[in-house]
């Protein structure tokens, strides 16, 4: 024997086990191995340290193999811990993370692909030519399929362009730089960012950044001008977006300036092109790699930069498996690495704020929009003063603003965010509300799909004609709006317009996601009715006018966030209009136009929002000042989850400054068919809460139909 290594074995329920080295088998922390447990084989990953000294030697098992795997680096082993420690989670679920199916077969043949020669050589006949320059005009590297997709001109003819060399084959997969495109001319306060974020790389070492600007003020390209350095540096840069909805306009504007694509993994990327892209990202071919949260544990050999854009979107939070939250443990990962991190927002959160407050992070600001464009004017429009036509939701003043931006054939953008065609279904006769049989939660009527929908568990049924409820016939109305009755109300009103409804119904892959881009781009649309999927990210040059159909909506929760959510929202969709060299306008109906929060929009004043956010967490203890954790215990039945709930409740830890909510029924008091009891724990800064946390779980005993998640610093209190 070679002596004996702690594997940490891929599975929730396992841990740390150590094994011995057999002669002759290299084995470094880090390498991916195969090991005995009981009768079967699992995988694990070399850890470091000692490992458990008390076992003797001679009673350790031996590793079976070592996998052809990229092995999974020091920083990232470190980013795993950290993980599984801060956020009470196993070790071995979290590692799960970093080897993802991909990681397992071989990466399939990648099919070639081709650039265009530069300088071109002289071709014949002149529609040949023609095509070369059309292709050029595109630029970047694509198969030939692509090229045809692209350009329409057919396979034969594409051929004809490689045979005379003017089609050559690009040098490696997934994005390595084939030409550097447009770089824009900074402006100062651009070049100030930039200058200090090219040192950072230059220098490497953790370094973490607020790149803090309005929308439109510029920090993409500003972010990008550091990405240029990692690649000229031949490093790894890897760009966080927040949903896979921002990925094609993100690869788009790449693309333009780099001339070539990065590598994206997310969830909708296809297994063929996962496994790709792992390869190009372990192997380290990919320079830069864009994708959601997960994309936190990929190995990346050469990382020398992260960029989380949109810093402030509560999608970074993952809650389900473990939970943790992408922005701060990308910070985690750049400071094991040793590399700097961006994290770029128009509305930055609390804790973020915070963090620079007490020096940890650097602030880079761009205080103005980029080019003189100006932040659009906001209107509060009051509800109660101007109300909507009965049966309508766009009140008269924001009518009439739709009236002049379409009779100037500029765009509009109404924001709200209500999938399907209305949040809820009632019987006229008895008051009866449709509810899901699975879930604490009303169906929404879908009119496009034809049927009624749970939005937390995916059950659905056809609109019935009769209520379930009562048998009275044509009885049941929708009651409220959402996106695809607020097209109804826009088409019955301007009948000539052309409208899109932009959510996650409507744009499901980042294939129609880029068509839709296009199409707006192209003019082809005259007004954007849609969700948050359209709040950010999108730069459309003619769009003018921004409604915010129900500005209250956000704050209806009434959860710590509440305010702060609402805010960053209305603040990144009013950000839509007057990108360009046209003003923009935007109108927020509310019921309350007086309220502290309104005001603070309509001014574009952050400050003023942040100041009496900040007093009232302080003085609520709550984070930033405060630290929570929330425990969720559900089960199939509900007497099995109260009995969990109080076998908990007897052990609740008893620590001074730590106090222990609960257990009270959740507000999706049932979610999926499992019942579900909520406590919540507040603890001041210092305290070593995740001792306590651990402690209280394994003081209980709880039966195998209950189970209980930890939610560090919950961002959603359902
Ligand atoms: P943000 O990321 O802060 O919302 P962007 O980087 O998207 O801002 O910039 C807003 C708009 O201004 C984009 O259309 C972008 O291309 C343009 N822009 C920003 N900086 C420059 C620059 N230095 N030169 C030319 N155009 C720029
Ligand atoms: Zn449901």
Not at 94 to 108: E, K, N, S, T
Not at 425 to 446: E, F, Q
């Amino acid at each position: 024997m070679a002596g004996r290594v702690p594997v940490l074995l891929l599975d929730h329920r396992l841990g740390f086990l150590d094994y011995a080295v057999p002669e002759g088998l290299a084995c470094a922390p880090g390498d991916v191995v195969e090991v005995p447990l009981g009768p079967r084989r699992v995988m694990g990953i070399a850890w470091d340290g000692p490992g458990d000294r008390a076992l003797p030697e001679a009673r350790l098992r031996p590793i079976l193999r070592r996998l052809d795997l990229p092995p999974v680096g020091a920083a990232l082993r470190q980013t795993i811990a950290w993980v599984a420690d801060y956020y009470v989670a196993s070790p071995g679920h979290v590692a799960r993370m970093a080897l993802p199916a991909a990681a397992l077969g071989a990466p399939p043949r990648e099919p070639r692909r081709f650039r265009v020669a530069e300088p071109l050589p002289s071709l014949r006949p002149a529609a040949r030519r023609a095509l070369a320059d059309a292709l050029l005009a595109h630029g970047g590297s694509r198969t030939l399929a692509q090229w045809r997709e692209l350009t329409g001109a057919s396979l034969a003819r594409l051929g004809g362009l490689v045979a005379a060399g003017a089609l050559v084959v690009a040098d490696r997969a997934d994005g390595t730089p084939v030409a550097r495109r447009t770089v824009p001319t900074l402006s100062l306060p651009q070049q100030a960012a930039a200058a200090a974020l090219l040192a950072a790389v230059r220098e490497g070492g953790f370094h973490p950044f607020l790149l803090d600007g309005v929308t439109g003020s510029g920090k993409t390209e500003v972010y990008l001008e550091a990405i240029g350095a990692v690649i000229d540096r031949g490093g790894q840069a890897l760009v966080l977006l927040p949903e896979i909805a921002l990925t094609a306009p993100f690869l788009r504007r790449f693309e333009a300036r780099f001339g070539f694509r990065p590598a994206v993994w997310h969830s909708s990327v296809t297994p063929a092109a996962r496994r790709r892209a792992f390869a190009a990202i372990a192997g380290g071919a990919a320079p830069v790699v864009v994708g959601a949260r997960s994309a936190l544990f990929l190995p990346l050999p050469r990382l020398a930069l992260i960029v989380v854009d949109e810093a402030h979107e509560a999608a970074f939070k993952q809650e389900e498996g473990v939970f943790y939250h992408g922005r701060d443990v990308a910070v985690v990962r750049a400071r094991a690495e040793g590399v700097p991190v961006v994290l770029a927002t128009a509305t930055p959160g609390l804790e973020t704020l915070e963090n620079v407050a007490r020096g940890r992070y650097r602030r880079l600001e761009l205080p103005d929009r980029f080019g003189g464009a100006r932040l659009p004017c906001v209107h509060l429009v009051d509800l109660v003063k101007t109300p909507p036509a009965r049966g309508d939701w766009i009140a008269p003043p924001l009518a009439q603003a739709i009236e002049g931006a379409l009779a100037n054939g500029e765009q509009v953008l109404l924001f709200l965010n209500r999938r399907g065609y209305a949040p809820l279904t009632l019987c006229r006769a008895c008051g009866a509300r449709i509810a899901c049989p699975n879930c604490t939660a009303w169906l929404v009527d879908h009119r496009l799909e034809q049927r009624l929908l749970c939005h937390h568990c995916g059950y659905a049924v056809p609109r019935p004609a009769a209520c379930p409820a009562c048998g009275a016939g044509e009885s049941l109305v929708a009651s409220g709006p959402g996106v695809e009755r607020l097209a109804e109300e826009v088409a019955r009103r301007w009948p000539g317009a052309r409208v899109a409804i932009v959510t996650s119904d409507t744009v499901r892959t980042q294939a129609e996601a880029e068509a839709l881009v296009g199409r707006v781009l192209a003019r082809e649309v005259d007004l954007l009715i849609g969700t948050q999927l359209l709040a950010k990210g999108h730069d459309f040059p003619e769009l003018t006018v921004v409604g915010v159909v129900d500005a209250d909506l956000g704050l209806a929760g009434g959860d710590l966030r509440a305010g702060e959510r609402t805010f960053q929202q209305v603040a990144q969709v009013a950000g839509r209009a007057g990108r360009a060299r046209k003003p923009g306008t935007v109108f927020l109906q509310t019921h309350q136009p007086g309220a502290p929060i309104m005001q603070a929009l309509a001014r574009h004043d952050r400050e003023a929002f942040l100041a009496a956010e900040r007093a009232a967490r302080a003085a609520a203890g709550m984070p930033p000042y405060g630290r929570l954790a929330a425990l969720i215990v559900s089960a199939e039945r509900a007497e099995t989850a109260e009995a969990a709930a109080r076998a908990l409740a007897a052990q609740a830890p008893r620590a001074d400054g730590l106090q222990v909510f609960g257990p009270v029924p959740a507000p999706l008091a049932v979610l999926r068919g499992r019942h579900r009891l909520r406590f919540l724990v507040r603890a001041p800064r210092g305290c070593r809460l995740q001792a306590h946390l651990r402690a209280w779980l394994g003081a209980v005993k709880l039966p195998s139909a209950a189970r209980v998640v930890v939610d560090v610093d919950p961002q959603s209190f359902l």
